[in-house]
């Protein structure tokens, strides 16, 4: 075996096994972003299963604002869609639906005394609440699952492996305009 054929065999060597370590650690963060989406979808389920709680205690009151409550079942179906289908884009959209339409149950729950006095209804906004933060830190913690994933599928060496294999690009899960906005409170104990 010549010198030539041995340096030659040890570069394709040395090159597979890097290969290898880049497929592996691009399959990593394939999962890390799964796993991320996985904690956001249990969180969402959570909610999922309280909405209809929290919406009927509301009705119990009779005179309480039917329009709210329309727009959150409705976005409650919209986020269960786009979670089912996996359509971070949609989710994106429908959350913030749904988040206006919660700040808009809490906002007008102000102007019931004995709804704000009711242990259950204390109980759920409690709850919903601790699940939005929940979601809130899951969001974020996706994000960037995604935003390292999709960065290491561009840098060389890795894009030469990632394109080999079809590592797809992931999408942020970004928000609407106004749900990044500042909440005007006035209008929210003025509704």
Same mark, same amino acid.
């Given at each position: 075996m010549s010198m030539s054929f041995a340096v030659f065999l040890a570069v394709i060597v040395i090159s597979a096994l890097y290969a290898v370590v880049i497929y592996n650690g691009l399959v990593q963060l394939k999962h890390n972003v799964a796993k991320a989406w996985a904690n956001i979808d249990v969180l969402l389920k959570q909610r999922h299963d309280e +909405?209809? @709680? +929290? /919406? %009927? /205690?509301?009705?119990?009151? @009779?005179?309480? %604002?039917q329009e709210t409550l329309a727009r959150v079942? %409705?976005? $409650? #179906? $919209? /986020? !269960?869609? *786009? $979670?089912?289908?996996?359509? /971070?884009? !949609?989710? &994106? !959209? #429908? =959350? &913030?639906? +749904?988040?206006? &339409?919660l700040g808009q149950i809490f906002a007008v729950a102000e102007a019931y005394p004995e709804l704000r006095a009711n242990e259950h209804f204390m109980q759920l906004q409690s709850r919903i609440t601790a699940l939005e933060n929940a979601i809130a830190d899951r969001r974020e913690w996706y994000n960037e699952a995604v935003n390292v994933h999709n960065v290491r599928i561009e840098q060389f060496p890795d894009l030469l492996v990632a394109r080999l294999f079809q590592f797809p690009s992931q999408p942020l899960l970004e928000? *609407?305009?106004? =749900? @990044? #906005?500042d909440v005007d409170l006035k209008a929210l104990f003025n509704a």
């Open positions: +909405l209809p @709680k +929290l /919406v %009927e /205690v509301c009705r119990q009151y @009779k005179q309480f %604002e079942t %409705e976005a $409650r #179906a $919209r /986020v !269960a869609s *786009a $979670r089912e289908q996996h359509d /971070v884009a !949609a989710l &994106g !959209a #429908a =959350e &913030g639906m +749904l988040r206006s &339409g928000f *609407a305009t106004a =749900e @990044k #906005a």
